[in-house]
């Protein structure tokens, strides 16, 4: 189970055609390709070597290492939660890529529950957040820069949003590139399994 439940369906969505292409295999050391034969976006490689991972996708490419185990499989396979990913463990082994981005979504629902705390005191707050900042034409949430432009431009009597500090709360959460990185591994190992397994019947 997901707690990304939009990323783990759009990635399920993408890859529905993709194939496993086994372009090398030395022990530890793979270059696994997945893509849809039909071509199309979405493609990506798995390659491997002692105790490292590197996933370049189309949009995203991440790099993974432990230590001391060699083949960084079976941690992805010993560590996913239920059949899921587990980002929260596997971003400690993250080496390259952007695991962490702004949020919109948790920006969004700070400040209309900051507007919701004031409404009692400054009536209207709630609807005027929504004039002024979520249907605006003037304003987007959706990058931290206009964001915040956003609610420093806001303004309902003596009311003011007041963005806190990155210690007081964080507007961060998991990127979507590092998210499909994640339902990539996962994938890509269960198909090399599965083919394994085909091999060995």
């Not at 194939?19 to 090398?24: E, K, N, P, T």
């Not at 060699?70 to 596997?90: A, C, E, K, Q, V």
């Not at 957040?129 to 949430?141: F, K, M, N, R, W």
């Not at 963005?163 to 590139?177: A, L, M, Q, T, V």
Request: proline residues 3%; charged residues 25%.
């Amino acid at each position: 189970m997901s707690d990304y439940p939009e990323i783990a369906a759009r990635f399920a969505r993408e890859t529905t055609n993709h194939q496993m292409h086994v372009l090398h295999e030395d022990g530890l050391y793979r270059h696994l390709v997945f893509a849809d034969p039909a071509g199309g976006f979405y493609r990506f490689d798995i390659v491997t070597w002692p105790h490292n991972l590197f996933l370049r996708g189309d949009g995203f490419s991440f790099g993974f290492s432990i230590y001391p185990a060699d083949d960084i499989f079976n941690m992805f396979r010993g560590s996913s939660h239920d059949g899921g990913i587990n980002p929260g463990y596997w971003q400690e082994k993250v080496t390259a890529g952007k695991v962490r981005d702004w949020s919109e979504k948790l920006f969004r629902a700070w400040f209309l529950d900051e507007a919701a705390k004031a409404e009692a005191q400054h009536p209207g707050a709630v609807e005027a957040v929504g004039t002024q900042i979520l249907h605006s034409d003037e304003h987007s949430t959706e990058y931290q820069g206009t964001a915040e432009y956003a609610v420093a431009s806001f303004s309902h009597g003596d009311f003011r949003l007041r963005i806190p500090n990155d210690w007081e709360k964080d507007f961060e959460d998991y990127s979507w590139e590092y998210l499909l990185a994640c339902h990539a591994v996962l994938f890509g190992i269960g198909q090399y399994d599965a083919a394994w397994k085909q091999v060995a019947a």
